[in-house]
Nanobody, 123 residues
C-alpha cells in the first residue's frame, strides 16, 4: 500500500509561479515512476508530467512543456512540480500518482493516487 499526500496548491495570478509537492509512503519509493495529473470539474483527468524512478528522465504534456519542471528527492520520498508562467487554463485539482509496475515513462497507467490539491490561476 502506498499513500500519497499532495500539498502546496493555492491561488496565484497569471504569469506567477507555484510549487506543488507530493510526499509518498513506502520503503521502495526510489523504484516508483511518479506522475502528475490534473482535473477540472466536468472534464477527464489530464496527464501533466511523469518522472522516472531515478529522476533522470521526465516527460511532459505539450501544454506545460517549458513552463513546468518535475523533480524528485528519493531520500525524502518526495516529488515536486514547479509551475512557472502559470495561465488561467492551468487551474485544476492536481493529483500525484505512483507507478509500481515499471511502465513506460509516457504511460498514463498508475497504481496509486493522492487526494489532490487545488491550483487556481486568476487572470
Amino acid at each position: 500500500q502506498v499513500q500519497l499526500v499532495e500539498s502546496g496548491g493555492g491561488l496565484v495570478q497569471a504569469g506567477g509561479s507555484l510549487r506543488v509537492s507530493c510526499a509518498a509512503s513506502g520503503r521502495t519509493f526510489s523504484r516508483y515512476r511518479m506522475g502528475w495529473f490534473r482535473q477540472v470539474p466536468g472534464k477527464e483527468r489530464e496527464f501533466v508530467a511523469a518522472i522516472s524512478w531515478s529522476g533522470g528522465s521526465t516527460y511532459y504534456a505539450d501544454s506545460v512543456k517549458g513552463r513546468f519542471t518535475f523533480s524528485r528527492d528519493n531520500a525524502k520520498n518526495t516529488v515536486l512540480l514547479q509551475m512557472n508562467s502559470l495561465k488561467p487554463e492551468d487551474t485544476a485539482v492536481y493529483y500525484c500518482a505512483a507507478d509500481l509496475s515499471a511502465r513506460r515513462l509516457d504511460s498514463n497507467w498508475f497504481d496509486y493516487w493522492g487526494q489532490g490539491t487545488q491550483v487556481t490561476v486568476s487572470s
